[in-house]
């Protein structure tokens, strides 16, 4: 157990729905990443956020996608009319400031769109 | 065109010293490379992170040549718990959002 949480660990949709997913990192950790990994790949960056500011957004991200840090604690990602090609492991991780790349990764949600 | 990439697979015997390769051409300067252990069904570990030459933590070895074009992460001694898929991080550009991933190494480690 790394200490990151992920809610829930499976869910299957069906297409068109929305669905949310929710992350509690580390808590003395102010960096939060959410990436994607289907099978036999690796992780796919999708956003990233400093606290409560979301800097950055992976082309990856389309605009049914959205990611919210409110209180810089926890995170939540929205997808709004789920494709089958959102099917995928969703990860998020969490990071202190000063080492941005030794992240401590979540169990992931795994979606499923049928 | 930014590419992260790794042998597919490798294979070893416990006891043996595996060394596994990443090539990353192009990546930012100032920016560590990164490894990380998957197990199925569950999030990449962080194993160990380097800028150049050579890094030792108390699992693993990382050595990154001068030109920086790519790492080898070396294991001592597997283990069957080993057995894993082996991950490489770089960033290019020195933007967050230029993190790649490698495609991954699957080690397997026999008895």
């Known amino acids: 157990d790394t200490g990151v949480s992920q809610d829930p660990r499976h869910k299957i949709t069906k297409r068109g729905q929305n669905v949310t997913f929710r992350c509690d990192p580390i808590?003395?950790?102010?960096?939060l990443y959410w990436y994607r990994q289907t099978l036999g790949q690796g992780p796919e960056f999708l956003t990233y956020f400093q606290n409560e500011a979301q800097l950055e957004k992976s082309r990856l991200l389309s605009d049914r996608f959205s990611a919210e840090r409110p209180k810089g604690s926890f995170s939540t990602l929205e997808i709004q009319r789920t494709e089958q090609g959102d099917s995928a492991m969703y990860l998020c991780?969490?990071?202190?400031?000063?080492?941005?790349?030794?992240?401590?990764f979540g169990p992931g949600t795994r979606l499923t769109v049928t | 065109l930014a590419k992260t990439t790794q042998p597919i697979s490798m294979d070893s015997y416990e006891g043996q010293e595996v060394n596994i390769t990443c090539s990353h051409n192009?990546?930012?300067?100032?920016?560590?490379i990164t490894w990380y252990q998957q197990f199925p069904s569950q999030g990449p570990r962080f194993i160990i992170q380097g800028y150049k030459t050579k890094v030792t933590n108390e699992v693993a070895s990382l050595f990154i040549p001068a030109d920086r074009k790519s790492s080898t992460l070396s294991l001592p001694r597997v283990s069957l718990s080993d057995t894993a898929v082996y991950y490489c991080l770089a960033v290019y550009g020195g933007a967050t959002n230029k993190l790649i991933f490698g495609t991954g190494t699957l080690l397997a480690v026999q008895p």
């Open positions: 991780a969490s990071s202190l400031g000063g080492n941005p790349y030794e992240q401590y």
């Open positions: 192009n990546i930012a300067t100032n920016d560590y």
């Open positions: 808590s003395e950790h102010n960096r």
